[in-house]
């Protein structure tokens, strides 16, 4: 038995406190692969569940390796798995679904109740050397897709599946609300699909300008204040109001304005999640039939995420603006927790 380094960052003696720890290397099961870990970009939900113990009623009750965007290496084989082989570099899907219920049945697999998520708790997440996972939620990369865009395929994925619900389609017109990197990969997407014009908001004037640097066409800096002016100002950037509106900062403010906002029969997606309850003009939408629809994470959305990657439609290396390696974690989480420097997306290397 080998001896690797883990990252166990929540104790709760020593909440927020991160710690490495000695594992055994896990033996995959039949359709499992052993990967050796490459890259795990952090996620603002690992330095929630790292600060705080908790997103809602996730609550992190036994300590939990944190990280579920990620790549690596196959190791080893199960001994029934055909679509890999050693040595393959792969992305890592991080939610395994059931397979069995009518949510995985009808291709829903993203609303499975028992799906197995990394780093939700109770399940640890990929922040380590060697990690097993299901082998057809491991995706392959071509040569010429690097590993760090193998782990930024699960934050682009959610901007994939955020941009199908909305049916953002050539001509669109979007308005994406939180310049973050959910913000950042909706952009880049609905570009990639085939939008016409970009808005971007955000509360932060230096988000906005990296969100101009990677396609936006127009930014509009909040400071509070009324709305309804702000929609006006929005629809005259645009010469209309949007046809979409992605929503990915979860602040209150933001989603009634992404209803006033949007054309009338125009879709509002929520991918932002704040508190669980907001008070938004619900009236202005159902009138104007703004069709306000949610997402949860993604479904079958690394093959097209990769395949926009692969063919070079987008570029997401500018979203990592940190490096640390996996002994650096807790100085990694620093700088995502802080933003400091201007961080938008930490990437650690495992190897
Ligand atoms: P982030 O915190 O880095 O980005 C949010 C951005 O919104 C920040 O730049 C912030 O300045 C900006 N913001 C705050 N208030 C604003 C306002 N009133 N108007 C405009 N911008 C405002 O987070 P992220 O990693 O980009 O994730 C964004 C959101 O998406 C989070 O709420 C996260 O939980 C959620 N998320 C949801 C899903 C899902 O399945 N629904 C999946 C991934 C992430
Ligand atoms: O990349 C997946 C992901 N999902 C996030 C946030 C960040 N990254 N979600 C927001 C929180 N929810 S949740 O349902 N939950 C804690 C399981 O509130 C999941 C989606
Ligand atoms: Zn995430």
Redesign the pocket.
């Known amino acids: 038995m080998q001896e690797y380094g883990l990252f166990r960052p929540i104790d709760s003696q020593a909440l927020g406190s991160g710690e490495k720890e000695n594992r055994p290397i896990p033996e995959p099961g039949p359709n499992e692969v052993l990967l050796h870990m490459s890259c795990v970009g952090i996620?603002?939900?690992d330095v929630s569940y790292l600060k705080r113990g908790a997103?809602g009623d996730f609550i992190v009750k036994a300590p939990m390796v944190l990280g579920h965007e990620s790549s690596g290496v196959v190791a080893k084989c199960g001994s029934n798995v055909k679509n890999l082989k050693p040595g393959d570099r792969v992305a890592i899907e991080p939610g395994v679904p059931c397979r069995m219920c009518n949510f995985c049945k009808s291709g829903k697999y993203n609303l499975c109740p028992d799906v197995v998520f990394c780093a939700t708790p109770p399940y640890d997440g990929s922040l380590c050397r060697y990690y097993k996972h299901a082998a057809d939620f491991c995706f392959k990369l071509p040569d010429h897709v690097s590993l760090e865009e193998g782990a930024i395929l699960e934050?682009l994925s959610?901007g994939v599946?955020?941009c199908r619900r909305a049916g953002v389609t050539m001509g669109s017109n979007v308005l994406v609300?939180?310049?973050?990197?959910?913000?950042?990969v909706s952009l880049l997407t609905a570009k990639a699909m085939g939008a016409s014009q970009i808005c971007v908001?955000?509360?932060?004037e230096n988000?906005l300008h990296v969100a101009k640097s990677m396609g936006a066409d127009h930014t509009v800096l909040?400071k509070?204040g009324n709305l309804e002016a702000l929609a006006e100002e929005i629809k005259k950037l645009m010469g209309d109001m949007p046809d979409v509106t992605i929503e990915?900062?979860?602040?209150e403010?933001?989603i009634h304005?992404g209803i006033v906002a949007t054309k009338s029969g125009g879709v509002l997606v929520?991918?932002?999640?704040?508190p669980s309850e907001v008070k938004v003009p619900i009236v202005n939408a159902a009138t104007r039939e703004v069709d306000i629809r949610?997402?949860?994470?993604?479904v079958n959305c690394y093959p097209l995420a990769l395949d926009m990657i692969a063919s070079g439609k987008i570029n997401v290396k500018p979203l990592i603006t940190h490096r640390f390696k996996l002994e650096e974690s807790i100085k990694a989480f620093e700088t995502a927790a802080t933003?400091s420097g201007g961080a938008?997306k930490v990437m650690i290397s495992c190897e």
């Open positions: 996620c603002g939900s997103i934050p959610v599946h955020a609300l939180g310049a973050g990197p959910i913000g950042l908001t955000d509360i932060a988000r909040v509070g990915c900062s979860g602040a403010s933001s304005l929520l991918v932002g999640l704040g949610g997402i949860f994470r993604y933003g938008i």
